[in-house]
């Protein structure tokens, strides 16, 4: 947070206290307990050989992404709005979690169920609707997953767009507005922006994903002649690097150096170009990266060698690389802060490539086994960030909501005096 | 610090760090900078020998009768990640399926004419519902082969329901047929192999294997005679499968001829192998069998990127059929590709490729 912000958050604002004194031990503690906790979520609702079975794989995926979307506007956007800040200090964060994860989670279904199955996709546009596809004469099974692929893309692109606002431009020209007048406004003009995004870099894959070609719907995927795929997954690749990218610098990053910029909204757009600009240095690393490894991609080729795989895998990538990030900074206080500015980042960056190198090669080696996921890489139809993005909702749920208790919990008055 | 910070100062940085990370960025992945960089792929293509010709025929193609009962199938156990043994397929009342059974099965049948005149009898896969297979094996010849032990081998091309779970079929007549299968069989697969059922998928086998069974994994080309081999590709596959093997035959003055199963590495992926691994490779005459595109009438717009890059590969012939899809089937023509024409019979629904009890001859 920069020392002249215009609009903080209640979480910016929140003083915590420690209730496992030694942060190494606490850290990894409340991280195991996190573990559990999407473990089960994992068991219950998504994996294959579990209860619910929604991983299959599109129709779980979607809700995992509506699920963190949803939180993001709960505490970003609206600052926990209809919530009085006094009742989230004094509220037990056990209490407290369930409430808003309860509300987290109805959101979502309402979403889903109302406002895409029956409202946007029965009355606009029929791909984002369950029922209205299988009303053409699709199967039920992919009128399912392919709604649900474009209900998922929408919650993307808005993962990427909708924080921003908050985090870079801080709520600017409407910082001065009271909820839920300044959550409402924030929540209408992002959401406008991430359905013109959508529009723009999603809508063309659904021009060639039905037979024949939507060619008075949508227009032809424009980056074709460059990235060598009609697929949105080009778009997904470096959208989802771009996300990550706002949460990096949200995190471990500390908004850094965009903060230095002393007014709005120049702070706000050097933020905006800054994430850009992380973003796309992020994919395009991360596809050369992969055509080091396995060779240059092959047009037309499936698996491994597709170019519309290693643009989805660059996305892959950024999401492991950002449940480093966001496990260092909730769970072992973004460490370290006690040296300059440049050198705590540098260090902070450091641990993140390290670790999310090993935790790239965990999760190939052990997700059959413990999610229940197949084995080997490019798997049609597995997408390593579903499981990935449900863990950092439980990081999310479980510091954003939870104040990281039992780890951690608010300071009381006395204590904070 | 940021006392001391001007907005002059960050705009230059921006521009700096803005041009810096757009050329570090731009040049890494240019071809310019990939070139230099990229590790050289050392290139010893192996030479497998010719064969004089070949002849392909469709013992069955139609794996499943109703895409939509299938479908219900998968979705009802949750999804494609469901492990293929657990799910409880439908085996009744299906008014387009054999005798109400939605199961069919994928079988093809090869004879490869050796250089010294010998013919090479070679099995692809047993399919799924063994009253089907039972059935298409005794039309098509090939139940008396099998007893009298005529053919060579057996290679099953993936642990698939459509293309494993009919194994009974065969064994019930060869029981110690030579068999190929792909590095990446799970245990259950040698299981069903041996004699065990899985009543939850309804698949069974009475007539446990008794020959040599050889896995064959992706590090080589297999050649199993001159001028036939087999390659492994380490793919994950829907429904808990892992690694497919396909053949490649080297036919004298027409070229190379591949023959798969399902092709879930996708066919450019195979073609791209071929190139670099086959002496002659560059030149693929034909390609036959199932290419794993639209199996449910679904799509994806990377099919589309397949069939635009397809035509420069030159291939003479595509016999394709099964999973290509008749959605893909339909785009290939128009897309100019020279996909060979069925006679659709014996439950084929389209005639728009290969199908039950059609050839394709190579010679």
Redesign the interface.
């Known amino acids: 947070m920069s020392a002249n912000a215009l609009d903080t958050l209640w979480l910016e604002e929140r003083s915590v206290t420690n209730l496992v004194k030694q942060p190494a031990i606490r850290g990894v503690l409340d991280m195991l307990l996190a573990f559990a906790v999407f473990m089960g979520l994992w068991w219950v609702f998504m994996d294959p050989r579990g209860v619910l079975r929604w991983y299959t794989p599109q129709y779980g995926y979607m809700y995992i992404r509506w699920l963190l979307i949803v939180a993001i506007w709960q505490v970003y956007i609206f600052n926990f709005w209809p919530f009085k800040l006094t009742w989230m200090e004094k509220t037990h964060p056990l209490k407290k979690g369930l409430i808003l994860i309860a509300i987290n989670f109805a959101v979502t279904g309402l979403l889903v169920w109302v406002f895409y199955y029956n409202i946007f996709g029965r009355l606009a546009i029929p791909y984002f609707s369950w029922p209205e596809l299988k009303k053409t004469g699709l199967s039920d099974f992919f009128s399912r997953e392919y709604s649900s692929l474009a209900i998922l893309m929408m919650a993307a692109i808005a993962s990427w767009l909708s924080p921003i606002w908050p985090s870079a431009f801080e709520n600017y020209p409407w910082h001065k507005l009271k909820q839920p007048a300044k959550g409402l406004t924030v929540f209408a003009v992002t959401f406008l922006l991430t359905t013109y995004a959508y529009l723009i870099f999603m809508h063309p894959h659904y021009r060639v994903l039905f037979y024949p070609w939507q060619e008075y719907t949508a227009s032809f995927p424009w980056w074709y002649d460059s990235f060598r795929t009609l697929s949105g997954n080009f778009n997904v690749g470096w959208i989802m690097c771009a996300t990550v990218s706002v949460w990096l610098t949200e995190t471990i990053l500390e908004r850094y150096p965009f903060r230095l910029v002393k007014s709005q909204p120049w702070r706000g757009i050097a933020g905006f170009l800054f994430i850009l600009l992380l973003a796309f240095t992020l994919f395009f690393t991360f596809v050369f990266f992969q055509d080091m490894i396995w060779g240059v991609s092959v047009e037309g080729a499936k698996r491994i060698m597709a170019p519309d795989w290693r643009y989805l895998h660059t996305g892959e990538l950024a999401v492991i690389l950002l449940t480093v990030a966001l496990a260092l900074y909730f769970y072992f206080d973004n460490w370290p802060r006690n040296f300059s500015t440049e050198v705590n980042l540098l260090i902070r960056v450091t641990i993140t490539i390290v670790v999310a190198v090993g935790l790239h090669w965990a999760y190939y080696k052990y997700s059959p086994q413990l999610l229940g996921t197949q084995a080997g890489y490019s798997h049609p139809q597995q997408f390593p960030m579903a499981p990935v993005i449900l863990f950092i909702n439980v990081m999310l749920y479980h510091n954003w909501f939870m104040d990281g208790w039992p780890g951690k919990r608010i300071k009381r008055e006395a204590e904070a005096l | 610090?940021?006392k001391d910070?001007s907005?002059r100062s960050?705009v230059k940085?921006?521009a700096v760090?803005?041009l810096a990370?757009?050329f570090?960025?731009?040049g890494?992945?240019s071809t310019v900078f990939?070139s230099q960089?990229?590790?050289k792929?050392k290139l010893n293509p192996v030479d497998i020998g010719q064969v004089k010709s070949l002849k392909i025929k469709v013992i069955s193609e139609t794996s499943w009768y109703d895409?939509?009962v299938f479908?219900?199938d998968?979705?009802k156990?949750?999804?494609?990640?469901?492990?293929q043994y657990e799910i409880p397929w439908t085996r009744e009342g299906v008014k387009a399926g054999y005798q109400g059974d939605n199961l069919g099965g994928f079988s093809t049948y090869i004879e490869a004419e050796l250089m010294d005149g010998k013919v090479m009898k070679i099995l692809l896969d047993s399919g799924w519902n063994p009253h089907w297979m039972d059935k298409r094996f005794k039309e098509e010849g090939i139940a008396e082969k099998l007893a009298k032990k005529e053919i060579d081998f057996q290679a099953i091309s993936h642990e698939h329901i459509d293309h494993f779970f009919g194994i009974e079929s065969t064994m019930r007549h060869y029981p110690d047929i030579p068999m190929y299968v792909p590095k990446g069989f799970y245990q259950d697969g040698f299981d069903l192999l041996k004699g065990k059922s899985f009543p939850k998928a309804n698949v069974k086998n009475d007539h446990p294997h008794k020959g040599k069974v050889t896995v064959l994994d992706s590090k080589q080309v297999n050649v199993l005679h001159p001028g036939i081999a087999l390659m492994t590709f380490?793919?994950?596959?829907?429904l808990?499968v892992?690694g497919e093997q396909a053949f490649v035959f080297n036919v004298k003055d027409k070229g190379i001829v591949l023959v798969t199963g399902c092709c879930?590495?996708?066919i450019?992926?195979y073609m791209?192998e071929v190139r670099k691994k086959i002496l002659g490779g560059e030149k693929i005459y034909a390609v036959q069998g199932g290419l794993h595109i639209s199996p449910?009438?679904?799509?994806?717009?990377?099919y589309?990127?397949?069939?635009?890059?397809?035509n420069k590969y030159g291939v003479q012939k595509i016999g394709c059929n099964h999973c290509t899809g008749f959605?893909t089937a339909e785009?290939m023509i128009k897309a100019g590709l020279p996909v060979v024409k069925g006679t659709a019979r014996n439950m084929s629904k389209r005639d728009i490729y290969l199908g039950n009890g059609d050839e394709l001859l190579i010679a």
Do not use: C
């Open positions: 610090m940021e910070f907005r960050f940085g921006m760090g803005t990370g757009y570090g960025a731009a890494l992945s990939k960089l990229l590790p792929e895409n939509n479908l219900n998968v979705k156990a949750g999804g494609l990640l469901v492990n380490d793919v994950p596959i829907i808990r892992f879930h590495q996708g450019i992926s791209e449910f009438e679904d799509w994806d717009p990377q589309d990127d397949l069939i635009l890059a397809f959605i785009k």
